[in-house]
């Protein structure tokens, strides 16, 4: 068969319109066009698609199984047109990066900062996504950039690492061990504290930094991610341990920091692609990142 776009496009607008007369108006062609179109893409398929009752075009059965797939490809099309738009507007480049939520909001907002005001007129793409499809996602070569806590690198990539601080302390305002600038172990005996998921690997880390010392704390509420336990802090629920770079984003904000007395090392790792064709504009954002990186652990 030799259908053509045109025959769809007209019988995708008859289908819309209801009529010959407003599908020749909305094609932007003549009624004796349209009716000679739709006659041909029934004589190709070789089935009528619509029933002529007193002048008017009814579709049949056939049809309306025909407009289902008809709409669902040009919903494809539609996609297609939209992912042209952001290309457009990314004219002189894009950067896809892909991390955990926790650095989508609070590292990448001062690094795109940074980037974007050397760089004019370049689009930046953060996808937030845990592990461990972030992890896949970066070994299937889908973004250019990747930030991730693990230690060893997805298949297909190579990783470096970025950042290295240690976890602190978060402490809801009015709490009594605000009086000491560094925390020891001891000191959280008995005191409610919030905790990050059990299957979260510094929750292991930390969990068992405290059966090693043989202190007790009250474990009231577990959260998936350590801005969760930043925000129950807040509210005065208990005290947690969370990496930094989260506890940055709410110090001041009803919750305050302290150092440990214990080193529980934080670690970022920036992911690249080895498959992904390279891009200058990628090397530049690698080298924000870096300067960001190094000026949080110079403020610490």
Same mark, same amino acid.
């Given at each position: 068969m030799n259908i053509t776009l045109r025959h769809i496009e007209v019988f995708r607008a008859l289908m819309t319109a209801g009529s010959v007369?407003?599908?020749?108006?909305?094609?932007?062609?003549?009624?004796? +066009?349209?009716?000679?179109?739709?006659?041909?893409?029934?004589?190709?398929?070789?089935?009528?698609?619509?029933?002529?009752?007193?002048?008017?075009?009814?579709?049949?059965?056939?049809?309306?199984a025909l407009y289902e797939e008809v709409q669902r490809s040009y919903?494809?099309?539609?996609?297609?047109?939209?992912?042209?738009?952001?290309?457009?507007?990314?004219?002189?480049?894009?950067?896809?990066v892909i991390c955990l939520?926790?650095?989508?909001?609070?590292?990448l907002p001062r690094v795109c900062?940074?980037?974007?005001?050397?760089?004019?007129?370049?689009?930046?793409?953060? +996808?937030?996504?845990?592990?461990?499809?972030l992890e896949e996602w970066l070994a299937a070569q889908s973004y250019d950039l990747g930030l991730t806590e693990?230690?060893?690198?997805?298949?297909? +990539?190579?990783?470096?690492?970025?950042?290295?601080?240690?976890?602190?302390?978060v402490i809801p305002e009015g709490h009594p061990l605000l009086v000491r600038p560094v925390l020891d172990v001891h000191d959280f005996a008995g005191q409610r504290f919030i905790s990050l998921a059990p299957n979260d690997p510094y929750r292991l880390i930390i969990d068992e930094t405290f059966r090693r010392h043989n202190v007790e704390r009250?474990?009231?509420?577990?959260?998936?991610?350590?801005?969760?336990?930043?925000?129950?802090?807040?509210?005065?629920?208990?005290?947690?341990i969370v990496n930094p770079l989260a506890a940055s984003e709410y110090?001041?904000?009803?919750?305050?920091?302290? +150092?440990?007395s214990i080193a529980i090392p934080f670690r970022v790792h920036m992911v690249r692609p080895l498959h992904r064709p390279g891009n200058l504009l990628v090397e530049r954002f690698a080298d924000a990142l870096r300067a960001e990186?190094?000026?949080?652990?110079?403020?610490?």
């Open positions: 007369t407003s599908a020749a108006q909305i094609l932007f062609t003549s009624q004796p +066009t349209v009716s000679r179109e739709l006659a041909r893409l029934e004589s190709l398929l070789g089935i009528p698609l619509f029933d002529r009752v007193r002048g008017r075009l009814q579709p049949n059965a056939q049809a309306h919903v494809g099309l539609e996609r297609v047109m939209s992912v042209a738009g952001r290309l457009k507007q990314f004219a002189q480049g894009q950067i896809s939520p926790v650095f989508a909001q609070s590292l900062a940074r980037f974007l005001a050397q760089h004019d007129g370049v689009g930046v793409a953060i +996808t937030p996504q845990d592990s461990p499809f693990q230690d060893s690198a997805p298949a297909g +990539t190579e990783q470096s690492l970025l950042l290295e601080v240690n976890e602190v302390c009250q474990m009231i509420v577990e959260t998936h991610s350590a801005l969760s336990v930043c925000a129950m802090v807040r509210q005065g629920i208990g005290i947690g110090a001041g904000q009803g919750l305050q920091v302290r +150092t440990l990186a190094k000026r949080f652990m110079s403020a610490r």
